[in-house]
């Protein structure tokens, strides 16, 4: 069946240091969309992309849609310790939604 | 509390006990969905509905496992004959045309 990887799993960083996670498809994606799940909290939508190429831009994060809709990135500038928490990324064709595995960022402050 | 709530928010049961959650979703949000989410791991789809109809249901999903949502507002899942395996949290989320998903602070089943 159809899977959504991301990498990496996790990912340390200084405070003030950027941030990256990935996530691919080997399918065309859908939609794609971006949620971040605090420690003991539920998944909070982001954003949502839908056509190729698309770039979004919500303060310090920007959020990436791949030319061939099957892989997109989420890229944090500068972190801050409020940004600690799991990146989910989603495909949400059709009335099943697939959720990758997420990435945990860790900020050091 | 206009958003989605779930009940109960913890559960502990013994294996083979059956078990019911319940979800109300935001008001007037007419697509709702299951996921259960392991440690480590994200949201699993379940099952999603457009008002009161069942219109996908994940094949993971065994026969143990039934939702209902008969009057296109709140949504129960059940488990009958519980298993240690199926431990995790159960989250639901609603949604409206505009495809965003709002989540549900989750259940957290615990089968001893």
């Known amino acids: 069946g159809q899977q959504v990887m991301q990498i990496p799993q996790y990912q340390h960083v200084q405070e003030g240091e950027d941030f990256t996670t990935y996530c691919n498809s080997s399918?065309?994606?859908?939609?794609i969309q971006w949620y971040k799940q605090r420690p003991g909290g539920h998944p909070v939508f982001l954003i949502q992309l839908v056509k190729s190429g698309e770039v979004k831009k919500q303060k310090r994060l920007t959020f990436q849609f791949g030319e061939a809709k099957k892989n997109s990135s989420l890229h944090i500038t500068a972190t801050q310790t409020t940004d600690v928490g799991t990146y989910f990324c989603a495909d949400t064709g059709g009335f099943k939604t697939i959720f990758g595995a997420g990435t945990r960022l860790f900020v050091k402050a | 509390d206009t958003g989605v709530s779930q009940d109960p928010r913890h559960k502990i049961t013994k294996r083979g006990q059956n078990v019911t959650f319940r979800c109300d979703p935001i008001?007037?949000?007419?697509?709702l969905y299951w996921y259960r989410q392991t440690l480590g791991q994200g949201p699993e789809f379940l099952t999603y509905?457009?008002?009161?109809?069942?219109?996908?249901k994940s094949r993971l999903l065994s026969d143990r496992f039934s939702a209902e949502r008969p009057k296109g507002s709140f949504s129960t899942l059940e488990i009958q004959r519980t298993e240690q395996g199926d431990s995790a949290m159960y989250l639901c989320a609603s949604s409206s045309s505009t495809d965003t998903q709002y989540f549900g602070p989750g259940t957290r089943l615990t089968v001893l």
């Open positions: 008001s007037e949000h007419n697509r």
């Open positions: 399918t065309t994606l859908s939609n």
């Open positions: 509905f457009q008002n009161e109809a069942q219109l996908e």
